[in-house]
Nanobody, 114 residues
Framework: VQLQASGGGLVQAGGSLRLSCATA????????MAWWRQAPGNEREMIAD???????WYKDSVKDRFVISRDRDKNTVYLEMNSLKPEDTAVYYC?????????WGQGTLVTVSS
């Protein structure tokens, strides 16, 4: 079941974006959900996750700037990104925790200009 992230775009440093990722209910209810990103030349890294009990975790580099949430009515996970920095430029993906091999979509590109 592929999970497709959306909502990326070009934003100036200090700006905000909200990413969305909808999936099937059976996936949404059965797993913790997470956001990953991959910057040019870097490996994909997990930056935030949310459990079925809404317990969240954030990578230090995004803590206090990004907020992960989930909407059970829409089977959707969100990533609210604030105070964006040029180093946040990357392709952003959503997937389950642990990630489903078939779950990697094309991602959504976030570009933060200085």
């Amino acid at each position: 079941v592929q999970l497709q992230a959306s909502g990326g775009g070009l934003v100036q440093a200090g700006g905000s974006l909200r990413l969305s990722c909808a999936t099937a209910r059976i996936v949404f209810e059965g797993y913790s959900m997470a956001w990953w990103r991959q910057a040019p030349g870097n490996e994909r890294e997990m930056i935030a996750d949310i459990s079925g009990r809404d317990i969240t975790w954030y990578k230090d580099s995004v803590k206090d700037r990004f907020v992960i949430s989930r909407d059970r009515d829409k089977n959707t996970v969100y990533l609210e990104m604030n105070s964006l920095k040029p180093e946040d430029t990357a392709v952003y993906y959503c997937n389950t925790v642990p990630p489903l091999p078939a779950g990697w979509g094309q991602g959504t590109l976030v570009t933060v200009s200085s």
